[in-house]
């Protein structure tokens, strides 16, 4: 059971770096006309965070996530890697 939950792990590490990476790649190919389609994307999330007073505390909740073609592509690698491994 030990295996599993690493697979997972580095699975989840994997995706994650195949996001961060394609997100990064797109944004830098936003600036190059060819190549200006891998940033097209959506953003979704909450556009005003939320924030709990609490007189001692303020706790601010907010999540925003962008996806855009590149980062797509960067998941796919990920995982087309994770399957050769």
Do not use: H
């Amino acid at each position: 059971m030990a295996a599993r939950d690493k697979g997972t792990w580095i699975l989840l590490v994997f995706i994650c770096s195949g996001l961060v990476i394609g997100g990064l790649l797109g944004q830098l190919a936003a600036q190059v006309d060819w190549l200006s389609w891998l940033s097209y994307g959506q953003e979704f999330g909450l556009k005003n965070p939320v924030i709990l007073e609490l007189n001692v505390l303020r706790i601010t909740f907010g999540l925003s996530i962008n996806i855009n073609i590149a980062s797509i592509i960067g998941l796919a690698v990920a995982l087309f890697i994770y399957r050769k491994i």
